[in-house]
């Protein structure tokens, strides 16, 4: 072993080290402890600091310092050290050629200083040693090698004088710092894996949030998946959407979508729901008004389509707007021009139109409720969006991303039994999406305890299933009566009239104009009868 030692004291030979078993006992122990040390590698600054103290604790070396070579490789400084103050340790900062420590680093070979006072090339950097006067202070050091470069030096103080078999504390300094270029091999090995894993992380949570939360949308089921395609396609043109299904589906989350990954996405989103505002307020709404248009316009009103100039425009519920607007609706549509309520200057906007309902309005124009010119120039791009019973698959999701919601909304820990869980995957969710929130942010809040069992769902969902509804007395396909069967007493058909009711409501997420018309009721009488029979929707609608 080479082992380097100062030209500027007097050559003196090492003494030859007394083996004993105690001394030998003593190192074994410490390089056992050390070793049992591997499971910390993750933490390098804990680890170093452990190993520094058993030399100190085992064979009384002092002042131990692990000195590192920098991130830029452009200097060494001490990474961690015992028996130094905090600032002492900040001072430890050497050139690759500096010092001790630096000739150490170069030449890859252990030093030794037998008295610190006499060598120029002890630079006591950290100002340690100053005031101690216990006789010859004793320096050795010895490299840190990782892949067979130095990356490192350990150094320890003795104090014991002329007695100091040095040939045998640098043996065993070197096993040491074997040991903690191994550590360090460790350490970095678990930190490159690591950002491995971050970098793979996130990329799985970058391909889930596609599959399962593209444009705020949550799904993995087919059809979903089918409509991120047709968003992806269709919101960089300028063309107008129609967006149909039923209630709840959350048509005007997939028009949020659109504008977002539109040119637009900067611009405005406005929506308007044309079946909340009577006409005259809906064409305001829309198109503004000028002072004095009417009774009540005291200033001047910019409508919606200006607003939205060069963004979106929503119209929500449009099967509802009035035929005589649907007409002015029209020509918007088709010059991009208006006037408003009132006035007689024509503005010109550039505005893309995604509207939405849940009729046909394919029917509804044969039936002339809607139409037909408004009708082709709105079902440019149709995208229907499905019921959530068509898209089983993702009420597990859904119930998981509204269930971590709520909780952290009420800071809670709220969760579903298995059956409770297993009943709403198997629920056919009438009111679609938007039952499905609701239902979940209800239990979260009145829940007693910290799991959601079926007796705490509410009572309707376990009553009714969907092939339970019974067939509505004016459907196209009206039940086959017993002709022996005793006639139904008066109680008996107000009963079945409730039940036809109430089912229709449900099946339609009680939507009245859509249950009426499937009854053949106006929306006058449904609200009537509702009352009459005590029908009210669940909580949440």
Not at 6 to 28: A, F, I, Q, V
Not at 190 to 199: G, V
Not at 505 to 522: D, F, I, Q
Request: net charge neutral; glycine share 6%; charged share 25%.
């Amino acid at each position: 072993m080479n082992i380097h030692r100062t030209n500027h004291t007097e050559p003196r030979k090492l003494p030859l080290k007394t083996t004993t078993s105690g001394t030998d006992r003593l190192e074994l122990q410490a390089l056992y402890e050390i070793a049992s040390l591997v499971g910390l590698a993750i933490n390098l600054n804990s680890t170093l600091a452990a190993i520094l103290r058993i030399l100190h604790d085992t064979l009384r070396m002092e002042r131990a310092t692990v000195v590192l070579l920098d991130d830029d490789r452009k200097q060494l400084s001490i990474r961690s050290s015992y028996g130094l103050s905090s600032e002492e340790e900040r001072r430890g900062v050497y050139g690759l050629d500096e010092g001790v420590c630096g000739k150490i680093f170069q030449s890859m070979s252990p030093f030794v200083v037998p008295d610190i006072h006499s060598e120029p090339l002890f630079l006591n950097r950290t100002g340690a040693r100053t005031m101690i006067d216990k006789g010859t202070i004793s320096f050795i050091g010895v490299p840190v090698v990782r892949a067979k470069r130095p990356v490192g030096v350990l150094t320890v103080d003795r104090l014991f004088g002329d007695a100091v078999a040095f040939r045998e504390d640098v043996r065993f300094l070197t096993v040491v710092a074997i040991l903690i270029g191994q550590f360090l091999e460790l350490h970095y090995n678990i930190l490159r894996q690591e950002a491995s894993l971050r970098e793979e992380n996130l990329s799985l949570k970058a391909e889930l949030n596609y599959r399962f939360s593209h444009h705020n949308i949550i799904g993995q089921s087919k059809v979903i998946q089918d409509l991120f395609r047709v968003i992806d396609k269709v919101a960089p043109s300028a063309a107008t959407v129609l967006l149909l299904g039923e209630s709840g589906t959350g048509k005007e989350l997939v028009a949020r979508a659109l504008h977002q990954a539109s040119p637009r996405a900067n611009e405005p989103f406005l929506k308007v729901n044309c079946a909340a505002l009577p006409e005259n307020l809906l064409e305001s709404e829309l198109l503004g008004h000028e002072k004095g248009a009417f009774t009540g316009a005291i200033a001047t009103k910019n409508g919606r389509f200006e607003l939205a100039h060069g963004g979106t425009l929503f119209l929500d519920e449009v099967g509802e707007m009035p035929l005589a607007l649907q007409a002015k609706l029209l020509r918007v549509l088709q010059e991009r021009q208006f006037e408003r309520l009132g006035g007689t200057r024509t503005i010109t906007v550039d505005v893309r139109l995604i509207a939405a309902t849940n009729r046909n309005l394919e029917k509804e124009t044969l039936n002339g409720n809607f139409r037909s010119d408004l009708y082709y120039r709105l079902n440019v791009v149709p995208i229907i969006l499905p019921p959530l019973r068509e898209r089983q698959e993702d009420i597990g999701v859904l119930i998981d991303h509204f269930l971590c919601e709520s909780n952290l909304k009420n800071d809670r820990q709220i969760k579903f039994s298995r059956e409770a869980l297993d009943f709403l995957l198997d629920y056919h969710w009438p009111g679609n999406v938007r039952e499905l929130q609701n239902l979940v942010e209800r239990m979260v809040i009145m829940a007693d305890t910290e799991r959601i069992r079926m007796a705490d769902l509410p009572p309707y969902m376990s009553a009714v299933k969907e092939k339970e509804i019974p067939v509505a007395p004016f459907a196209d396909n009206p039940p086959i009566f017993n002709k022996e069967a005793k006639p139904l007493t008066h109680n008996q058909l107000l009963n079945l009239e409730k039940i036809q009711i109430e089912a229709a409501l449900r099946r339609y997420g009680w939507v009245r104009s859509r249950a009426a018309r499937e009854l053949g009721l106006t929306q006058r009488q449904i609200g009537y009868k509702m009352v009459k029979y005590d029908i009210s929707p669940p909580e949440g609608f």
